[in-house]
């Protein structure tokens, strides 16, 4: 018996060893990491997308204002740009255009490039102005940005950079976002099912950017809610965010759609740091499918056809 122990005792420190090893071994390789993909976007939508679109049209002399709306004059702006570049004219911007239309910025550039560039900074979560200056806190967020997604290069923002900034983040699709940094947290956290009634909880460590699902207009929440934040979005439904550690937004602000909103947090009636999200339509309704399908780029169900029960236990 005692022997039969010790012989397990020593088979499972060896298996110990080898895992430690594997795990020491993993740690000195840069995971392997897909680059995000180019965002597809199109007229109707909005945010900080467009926003760049609009900066980097701009740039290339186009006269525009970068209100991070798609409108006709911005689809006309983007169907001249792809006709020079020999593109395909249907006004879309994909793969392609994105490719021919970002340009390298490095620090010491000034310019609506720039400001194209601190747009998306400003989506993932780096608080600084859109002042189209690229000095010390830009360069900063490009470093972080460039190591949280293990891009090399330093300071210097080329198509890769340009890639994972408008790819990632906060994975828009088909003019919704996720209500956090796509990289925080697996596909699988969003299937999850809430306790007693149609939510779900996105265990985020305090501090995690929350973005605006959908365009709309801000109110606060509080109570149980905590910090919370309320956005009664152009889609006809709202969405309710809770336990914020702290608001970026004003009461009746208008947000647009991937908009920085607050920061996740523990406060309110909550057990441990997370996101607690609700969208409404007539009722509550389970995001689940809709945040999966956010997650995967694929199309968007509009919450009225979300079912109203199935996802709680
Ligand atoms: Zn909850």
Redesign the pocket.
Known sequence: MSQLSTAVRRNLSLITLVALIAVISLGNVAPAKALASWPIVRKGDQGPNVKTIQYLLIHRGYSLTADGIFGSATESAVKSFQSSQGLTADGIVGPNTWSKLVVTVDYGYQGNHVRALQVQLVKHGYNLTVDGIYGNITYNAVLDFKNKHYLGGGGTVGATTWQELTGSGNGSSGGYALPIPKSTLPRSEYDDP??DYP???LPTNTGTPAYAMKSGTVSYVGGGCGYGILISADDGASYKY??LNSRSVASGARVSTGQLIGYTGNTGN?TGP?L???VNYNGLRCPQNMLLAIYDGTSVPHPSTLPTSGCTY
């Open positions: 809430h306790h939510a779900i909880d809770c336990h909550s997370h607690h999200l609700e």
